[in-house]
């Protein structure tokens, strides 16, 4: 995803002026053609995160199009007031750009772990949360924010995130992608799990169950349409994401079932809360976490078998 | 320049506003307004390149009040300096008013950014500043900051980004007023000067009292080419008003119907 994002701020740069890019002193090589093609817009901020924000504000509000980037811990929690007062209180059209959505940068320790940035993101006034679900989703949703006049938090994977989309699909800031179809329950996932999601339904559907999947790559707004027409069309609702269980999508969506109205079952799969003291890969976590496909896919036909029963 | 249009003669309405504004809203925080009050005279009436009528013109230099408790002062400039009715600063620290006791984004003409917590006005300029370059305009930026703003490390941060950037289009004055909410400043901030210089800024300190001490300092700016400029302006907490100078009652104390009657006639019975 961070190459597809690189990508796209390259073409977003070449037709708007105003694009900028700073970032926090991460990144090393990957933003060189950036710098040479677009002379003056582009900025090592240093490890001054919350400077580079300030930063960052002050050049939206001097008409230009900022983009932050570091690892998202940095990206967001060092520098909270920072996005809340100068980025989504002044409205100023920043997009802070988070590299590392959940187990991404497992083996560096929780320092990197990013499991509570779309809770926090997410409740302040203003913000949008984008996290894409792959490469292709990352690309488009960088090309969005061109047309997107507020602030905006891009949640990316890392480098070498497997591929959901082949080609490009239609993609609008706020209306999820749906990635399979499917009546019998719907996997709705946000950020770089979704070819777990994917692949869960996959093994479900040689069960007999047919998932809908979604790619809910806007966390905030939620898509409620689609979260609508998925409660009514499968009466059953699944949450997916690398990403704490406490104010990640799971919470977005059960805020969402009971303020709507809507009738249906809904299950959320995610991060427990709670620190890791051990060394593990992306898919280590993901493991101790439940969140394979394998795992879902259980989780997810036991909860549909419970459900027949009530 | 003297009489009713003088620098000193705005900056003397500016601390009769302040003081009935902290009495109409009970707020506190007067002493801190009242300490820049010069500074604020001096920018609005003699320094900035700005126009009330034309608020949003581009071309305008720019003025962040990092130390956004002290914003009475910032509101008291701008109805003086005609971005707004005076009527308006009635609306000061009443509710469903435009006017909280730190600004919020635009509330009012002349307001160009929010503030309110410290460390972050400095920030602010500087991408305002780098904007500037970046877009090729010529305006300049000016910050105020607090001396125990200093303390926060963000600070420091923008002061390392803005030398490093060449932004000598960015002016910080530092309000030292020798206080913090709690306390002396000085035994944790000093020396003062030599921090912005080894941080590489020019630095001048001055009385932020006299005012043609603080429009000769920033008619200056940039003292050094690629450098950005720091102005320590060494003023007294409460200032113009002696009951209220060098006494941290008033970071907090609203003044009543008596404090407010004899602050004024220091204010206003001192005629030149």
């Keep these: ?310 | 320049m003297r009489g009713a249009d003088s620098v000193e003669t705005r900056a003397r309405a500016i601390r009769a506003k302040i003081v009935r504004m902290a009495h109409a809203g009970k707020t506190p925080h007067v002493a801190s307004a009242l300490s820049c009050a010069d500074v604020m005279a001096a920018l609005y009436f003699s320094v900035l390149r700005i126009d009330p009528a034309a608020p949003q013109d581009e071309a305008r230099d720019r003025f962040i009040l990092s130390k956004g408790h002290g914003c009475m002062a910032l509101y008291a400039v701008l109805a003086e300096r005609g971005f707004f009715p005076e009527d308006v600063l009635e609306e000061y620290a009443r509710d469903g008013g435009r006017l909280a006791e730190h600004p919020a984004p635009r509330c009012v003409p002349g307001i160009e950014v929010a503030t309110g917590s410290l460390g972050h006005g400095l920030s602010l300029g500087a991408g305002l500043a780098l904007a500037a370059k970046i877009r090729e305009q010529s305006y300049r930026v000016f910050v105020l900051l607090s001396d125990a703003e200093c303390a926060e490390g963000s600070v420091w941060e923008a002061a390392l980004f803005a030398r490093a950037r060449g932004l000598d289009n960015l002016v910080a004055v530092v309000d030292y007023n020798k206080y913090s909410a709690m306390g002396a400043t000085s035994p944790y901030l000093e020396p003062l000067g030599e921090k912005w210089r080894a941080f590489g800024w020019s630095c001048v300190e001055i009385d932020g009292h006299c005012v043609e001490a603080i429009a000769a300092a920033l008619w200056r700016v940039p003292l050094e080419a690629s450098q950005p400029t720091a102005v320590i302006a060494h003023t007294i907490k409460g200032k113009g008003v002696s009951f209220m100078e060098n006494d941290l009652e008033w970071h907090y104390r609203p003044p009543n119907d008596n404090d407010l009657r004899r602050a004024l006639d220091e204010i206003e019975g001192h005629q030149p």
């Excluded at chain 1, 999508?249 to 109205?261: D, K, M, P, Y």
Aim: hydrophobic residues 45%; negative net charge; contains cysteine.
């Design chain 1, 1 to 310: 995803m961070r190459n597809a994002f690189i990508r796209g701020l390259t073409a977003l740069a070449e037709r708007d002026q105003r694009v900028v890019l700073l970032t926090g002193d991460l990144g090393f090589k990957i933003f060189d053609e950036f710098a040479a093609r677009f002379p003056g817009r582009f900025y090592n901020a240093g490890v001054a995160e919350a400077n580079m924000i300030g930063v960052a504000a002050g050049l939206a509000l001097g008409g230009l199009k900022p983009f932050v980037y570091s690892i998202v811990p940095f990206a967001t929690l060092r520098c909270l007031e920072q996005i809340r007062d100068d980025i989504c209180y002044q409205e100023a059209p920043v997009t802070v750009v988070g590299v590392g959505g959940g187990y991404s940068y497992g083996p560096n320790g929780a320092t990197h772990h990013s499991l509570e940035d779309i809770a926090v993101m997410r409740c302040l006034p203003n913000m949008t949360v984008v996290c894409p679900g792959d490469p292709m989703e990352a690309e488009l949703g960088t090309l969005a924010t061109g047309s997107h006049a507020g602030p905006l938090y891009l949640r990316l994977g890392r480098a070498g995130d497997p591929k959901v989309h082949e080609a490009a699909v239609p993609f609008s800031i706020g209306s999820a992608i749906v990635v399979r179809n499917g009546t019998d329950c719907a996997l709705i996932s946000t950020g770089g799990i979704l070819p777990v999601a994917v692949a869960a339904a996959k093994l479900l559907e040689s069960e007999g169950i047919g998932c809908r999947v979604v790619s809910m790559h806007t966390v905030k707004p939620l898509d409620e349409a689609l979260l609508h027409r998925c409660a009514e069309e499968c009466g059953a609702i699944f949450t997916i994401e690398e990403h704490s269980l406490l104010g990640g999508l799971g919470s977005a969506v059960g805020e969402w079932l009971a303020a709507s109205g809507a009738r249906c079952l809904l299950r959320s799969y995610g991060a427990a809360d709670r620190f890791s003291h051990l060394c593990g890969s992306q898919e280590y976590f993901r493991q101790m976490q439940g969140l394979t496909a394998e795992k879902i896919a259980r989780r997810v036909h036991e909860a549909l078998k419970e459900m027949v029963r009530c």
